[in-house]
């Protein structure tokens, strides 16, 4: 890596699950569907759309549906990431896209001082399917993923994830 160039912000982001009592600003949660948005998407097709919640009572039917979002019990908000099969390239484009663009809300929510953790929903059907009735989704869209947001009440060491071995160069082959 480049001596002169600082990625930190971005190594130094983490899945945040424990948040502090304040609620974020509707300018701060603006900065992260504006960065959520400007993602790549196969053919500049964005086929994406955003349900921000901060309804404690939606949380709780949220936490029955994903055994595994208990923290949003103290979230500020979260944000659904929907994709619209009528708006992507073509079949399965949807979902790569929706993953750059939560991929792009994490890192604005990091930069500007909020935690965030990324619930995944696609590809389980079985909760794909109980979201989209709580969420009162068209057919053609589909929920892929929440984040929840949240002033962070924790801090995390930056760990080594970098590795070497796992990079190849024009072949898979070492030879």
Known sequence: ???NINIDWILKRRSIRKYKNKRISDEEIETVLKAAMYAPSAVNRQPWHYIVID?????????????????LKDASHAILICG???LHHGDGYWIVDCAAATENMLLAAHHIGLGACWIGIHPREDRKKLIKELFQLPAHVHAFAMVSLGYPATTYDLPERFKPERIHKNTWSKK
Do not use: C, G, V, Y
């Open 55 to 71: 309804d404690k009572s939606i949380f709780n039917k949220f936490m029955e549906i994903h055994p595994h979002s208990t923290f």
């Open 84 to 86: 619209d099969e009528k």
């Open 1 to 3: 890596m480049a001596d």
